[in-house]
């Protein structure tokens, strides 16, 4: 008999909290508020199409053979370029070099290599509360002390990161239309979180997937633009593009770089190279600039339509007793609280048995989860299905009440 044993490490990889809970919600004709999916509206299949052919008729054997564990050359250059562009126009300069952009493939790779290389057994790790648990997934396995810091208005508590930042080999945050939360860190939090960063020596992993997608206007410049050598900046085309292709980036100092780079061949030599021509492909020619304003305004009509959904079905009482919801100003999540009483993993199946789904937010906190949030995703239905399915959500809380 073959005898398997288990590194240690391995019983740190846990499945998905979200993906089990989820499972439930797999019932043909629930309407979906659970899934952090993008809306396969947005995926601009006839400019792939048309890049497949050009990328194998101009460069056949590039696309096809092994290539560099940076990435490929014109790409980093582009996403170089984009920083840079964008940030000017948030104010703050940000001079990026393509020396310091790396492809990955997808931003949860970037995640997955910060990891090894800067987190030992028993290293303390801060992240916002709630986080992204993708990122905690990616860091568990390094064994570190995950360590929350608390939120107020403006994004980090200045205070509380200060009493935690000793000896912490970095803060992970995600300054733009936050997984799970929607919220968003006002220019006011980021100069402060990036000063307060740069008084204690603190790393900033600054993961930012969803920026692109505001709605009204951008947001404040990024906190890795205010101290490049002081942070690590994560960039992902599954929200612009299209998920499938597994395409993201990271920008690193030169003190962390040339690890990150050993760490990304060992992992996987390098990023499709394939993959990585077809989006310089599509990309090139400003095709990012005419295609995101589309994906910002079928998402901002969908949000649009689930506030009206929940101001219609959840009128708003003492406070503590009705249901309450945040206004995120781009990205793909609301947040919501239920009643004083409620927890959101027990309406779960109530909600699912009247056709709706959503994602508890108790999962997501790295200590002391709230019972009572919970994340509703305005991406993937309709408006129609939003009408829907947030009438249904308001049903589940009636019997909730009365069960
Ligand atoms: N970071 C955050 C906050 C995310 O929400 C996601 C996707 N759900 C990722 C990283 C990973 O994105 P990808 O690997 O597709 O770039």
Redo the contacts with the bound molecule.
Sequence with gaps: MTQWTLAARAAKMNPSVIREILKVTERPGIISFAG?LPSPKTFPVAEFEAACAAVLKDDPAGALQYAASEGYGPLREMVAHDLGRQAAAAGTPWKVDPAQVMITT???QG?DLVAKILIDAGSRVLVESPT?L??VMAFMPMEPEVVSVENDANGVDIADLKAKAAGARFLYC?PNFQ?PTGRTMSEAGRSALSAAAQATGLPIME?N?YGDLWFDTPPPAPLTARNPDGGIYLG?F?KVLA?GL?M?FIVAPKAVFPKLLQAKQAADLHSPGFNQRLITQVMQGGFLDRHVPTIRALYKAQRDAMLQALSHNFPQGEADDSLTWNTPAGGMFLWARLPKGMNAVDLLPLAVDQGVAFVPGAPFYAAHGDPRTLRLSFVTPSVDEIHRGVAALAKALDVYRHS
């Design positions: 952090g997808g931003s949860q995640l992204y993708g990122a995600l997984n993961d997937p992902s599954s998920p597994r993201g």
